[in-house]
């Protein structure tokens, strides 16, 4: 089975430019997970879907950052415009959620640098 | 609110030692508990995983058991491996909720 998969793998930019990153989750699964990770900050969850509802965006820094899931096989998580600051590796992952505890799967990241 | 804490790292041992990862929770309710494993360039991957009191979660020769009473959840291998080198992330998931509550982490280095 193909597990959580995300493009592109690295993703080189110029400040000020949109930037699109791409999951597709484990095929049956109903909640999607978006997060950040640095070495100042962690590991930051930034905004989750369930059924591809938008459930908690809490962790979305700001309105630069948008993400949808349109369909159960695909989200986008975007920046417009980008900031050196956002310089990071971003992870996509994805869970059967029946109610009880969660075990998420993540893709292997997409590694963004902004210049 | 909910958090995890794990021991600072980085961690560095050498090849067959005895490797102890601690990890200490708070939680408003009744957690399941995870290890994660990230290896370089990669993704988080599951370890182990356990859902009640006193279960142990086990796998590639790793260990950890829910202690409820000193909410804890250490992670211990009895011989390391170069290839256990990873960053080593402990997680709380709280019944009903989907967020899962992530430590630290915890960078593990094995010297041959």
């Known amino acids: 089975d193909a597990g959580v998969i995300q493009s592109p793998r690295h993703e080189v930019t110029e400040m000020g430019q949109e930037v699109t990153l791409r999951c597709k989750p484990i095929?049956?699964?109903?909640?999607l997970f978006w997060y950040r990770q640095t070495m100042m900050r962690g590991l930051e969850l930034l905004i989750y879907?369930?059924?591809?509802?938008?459930?908690?965006d809490s962790g979305m820094p700001e309105d630069r950052f948008s993400a949808k899931m349109p369909n159960a096989s695909f989200s986008t998580l975007k920046i417009q415009p980008s900031e050196p600051r956002d310089s990071a590796v971003y992870f996509c992952?994805?869970?059967?959620?029946?109610?009880?505890?969660?075990?998420?799967?993540f893709g292997p990241g997409t590694r963004l640098t902004v210049l | 609110g909910d958090s995890v804490t794990q021991m600072e790292g980085p961690v560095t041992l050498s090849e067959e030692a005895f490797l102890t990862i601690n990890c200490t929770y708070t939680?408003?309710?009744?957690?399941?508990l995870f290890w994660y494993v990230q290896y370089p360039g990669e993704g988080l991957q599951l370890l182990l995983k356990?859902?009640?009191?006193?279960d142990k979660g086990s796998n590639k020769g790793f260990e950890a058991t829910y202690r409820k009473e000193t909410t804890s959840f250490h992670l211990e291998k009895g011989s390391v491996q170069v290839s256990d080198s990873a960053v080593y992330f402990c997680?709380?998931?709280?019944?009903?909720?989907?967020?899962?509550?992530f430590g630290q982490g915890t960078r593990l280095t094995i010297n041959p």
């Open positions: 992952a994805s869970s059967l959620w029946r109610g009880t505890y969660n075990e998420q799967f």
């Open positions: 095929s049956g699964h109903n909640s």
């Open positions: 879907f369930n059924n591809n509802v938008p459930i908690d």
């Open positions: 939680a408003t309710g009744y957690p399941s």
């Open positions: 356990a859902t009640k009191a006193d």
């Open positions: 997680a709380l998931n709280i019944q009903g909720a989907q967020k899962l509550v």
